[in-house]
């Protein structure tokens, strides 16, 4: 079993455990399990110029991201924005971790959209 810690600006630390031989479906550890965002984050091409946004409101998933980078916690988000939940900031988060992943498995011919 490994441990590794990550020490973030906030001090606080984050310890991940790998078990081997365990997939993420067995291993109570994993926080890598893939998540369905397809009914809370849409793009609809007449809506914030067809990106991509959560429940089909206005609010775009870079709208959060950029929250979340500028230091807001996901507690201030849902207090700014009391129609957003906790599961709708996760589907943010996954989204953007699926489509970053499908960006870095472009052949090196084809560039991003």
């Known amino acids: 079993m490994q441990a590794s810690n990550f020490c973030s600006s906030r001090s606080s630390v984050v310890v991940s455990v790998e078990l081997p031989g365990l997939s993420c479906k067995?291993?109570?550890f994993c926080y890598h399990?893939?998540?369905d965002y397809s009914k809370i984050i849409t793009i609809e091409p007449g809506k914030r110029s067809g990106k991509p946004t959560i429940r089909g409101t206005?609010?775009?998933?870079t709208d959060v991201l950029e929250y979340l980078a500028?230091?807001?916690?996901?507690?201030?988000i849902l207090s700014d924005f009391p129609d957003l939940t906790a599961e709708d900031i996760k589907a943010?988060?996954?989204?953007a971790?699926?489509?970053e992943r499908?960006?870095?498995?472009?052949?090196?011919?084809?560039?991003a959209l």
Do not use: I, Q, S, Y
């Open 70 to 76: 500028g230091g807001m916690t996901e507690e201030e």
């Open 58 to 61: 206005r609010m775009t998933v």
């Open 102 to 111: 499908k960006l870095a498995t472009l052949p090196e011919h084809e560039t």
């Open 33 to 35: 399990a893939p998540m």
């Open 92 to 95: 943010c988060l996954a989204f």
């Open 97 to 99: 971790a699926d489509r």
């Open 26 to 28: 067995m291993n109570p």
